[in-house]
């Protein structure tokens, strides 16, 4: 028997049904306004009475598409708050009906830009979880059929908003793919672009009837990490205001002024969004907040309390997949130096191996707790941190006293060594002595680190750039060629990427 034709007929027999059920059509304000409703709700966290009023939709016209695919949303969103699998399966269980629905509605007007919306968008965010879960062939399978037809729905109608939101999305994220990915990108028929991306984007934000949310959220989070950050925060602030108890956004937000060195607004809005957790006992996401503050008392050498935020961050997530390396690294250091190794190993071993060209930082991170499981954090090291995070606000007289203090502690240690000393070397080219700057990256190119190899091509490519601020483009040249002679160490190819751009701007100049 061939089971998918007769599941064909079996959906033909419930959309008869469904629609014999009632001799009038559906009250399609009404429908229009519970959909609101119920994403009002799920945006301001109250999950449970989102599905419910989805469901509500649902039944009140079965035969659309909407209620099905906002239904299975909430899944999916909860599915990436929590890598809950229940979840993953009620959302890929729910998306069946969606594109059922979506492939009957096309089957009778193929034409028809606002179903190809729905089922574009649904195949789009089947990608997505596909490639959280790392089924990476189903994620690019339904990736490609969501690509499609959004872009469709986009052709058909430029005008409909809602699928501007999925197409900008796609098209974004597939500009930020790797280099060395984008050809299996063009196999499948993929092409990426930035602004257009965003232009889609912001259409969606400014003009979309269910999707604005959504996007304004994805807009935002974008152009922040394209340094656009006042339009950023102007878009979540306007979610802010629109959903002031929604967590998720004030923790995002928190995490933004983190990032903008407004340390004290990061913590009361963290700190307003566990309170705000506490009182409303929301279930999804509360942990992150622990973790930004941990972090943010992290960069201010308050190991203690960030030690303390980072356990009870600890305490509250059971699935190691879903946290970053580098908030494992961070809370190992931050229990170590103030005392406590034994968590600190715990946070250690946690994380997960790297070594990926295209995820430096975390690559790095790895490497070195695998120096701190077998061996405690030096006091040269722990100096060396808290001058790094001095740095980090830009406070140079404390991150100078500090990196001197670690250098005296280095001892024989060439790591440690090399480190502190380019730390001085950073401090000196951002406050231009220039001959301060020369005299310590000399210093660092004739040091043979063990373990922090990096160093000294770094320390040639910052020389290379002393000696551009100083009009010796010959020295400078030297320093660059010199930079791009070493191999294998943490930020090569973002090293070599710079250091190739420096000699290109000197050859335009002779």
Known sequence: MNFAYLKTIIFAIWIFCSSTAKSDSPDWNRVHE??????????????????????????????DPRGHFFQSMVY??????????????????????????????????????????????IYGYRGLAHHTNGSLLKAARDGRKGYLLLEEAVSDNPSLYDAQMGFGLFQYLIAKVPRSMRWILSVLGF?????????GLRLAAEKGTYTRTEAKLFLAQFLFSEGRRDTALMYLNQLRTEYP?????????????????????????????????????IRYGDELAYSTLGSIYFTLNDFANSSSYYR????????????????YYRAG????????????????????????????????????????????????????????NAFARKQYDEALRLYTLGLEKAAANSDDEGRALYGLLQISYEES???????????????????????????????????????????????FERALKFKDYDFEMRLESNAREELKKLDQIR
């Open 34 to 63: 519970l959909t609101v409703h119920g994403l009002n709700r799920l945006y301001a966290l109250e999950v449970d009475e989102a599905l419910s009023v989805f469901d509500s939709v649902s039944r009140l016209a079965p035969r």
């Open 333 to 388: 250091l931050a229990c170590e130096i103030s005392g406590d190794r034994s968590t600190a190993l715990e946070f250690y071993r946690r994380m997960r191996d790297v070594n990926d060209r295209d995820r430096v930082w975390e690559t790095q991170m790895y490497r070195r707790v695998q120096q701190l499981i077998q061996l405690p954090m030096t006091d040269a090291e722990m100096l060396i941190i808290q001058a790094e």
């Open 191 to 199: 092409s990426g672009n930035l602004e257009g991306g965003l232009n």
């Open 312 to 327: 009870r961050y600890k305490e509250m997530t059971h699935k190691d997949e879903r946290v970053p390396n580098w908030t």
């Open 245 to 281: 108890e929604n967590t998720l956004f004030m923790v995002l937000y928190a995490f933004w002024q983190h990032r903008l060195n407004n340390y004290e607004e990061a913590m009361a809005a963290a700190k307003t969004a566990i309170e705000l957790n506490n009182r409303k006992k």
């Open 76 to 121: 999916f969103y909860i599915y990436g708050l929590e890598r809950d699998e229940p979840a993953l399966d009620a959302f890929l269980e729910k998306s069946e009906r969606v594109i059922e629905i979506c492939e009957y509605l096309l089957d009778r007007n193929g034409k028809d830009a606002l179903t190809k919306f729905y089922l574009g968008g």
């Open 433 to 479: 002595r220039l001959d301060s700057a020369v005299a310590i990256a000399k210093r660092v190119v004739a040091l043979n680190p063990r373990n922090e190899t990096w160093v000294v091509p770094h320390a040639w490519y910052k020389l290379g750039q002393v000696y551009v601020r100083q009009r010796n483009a010959g020295q400078a040249r030297m320093a």
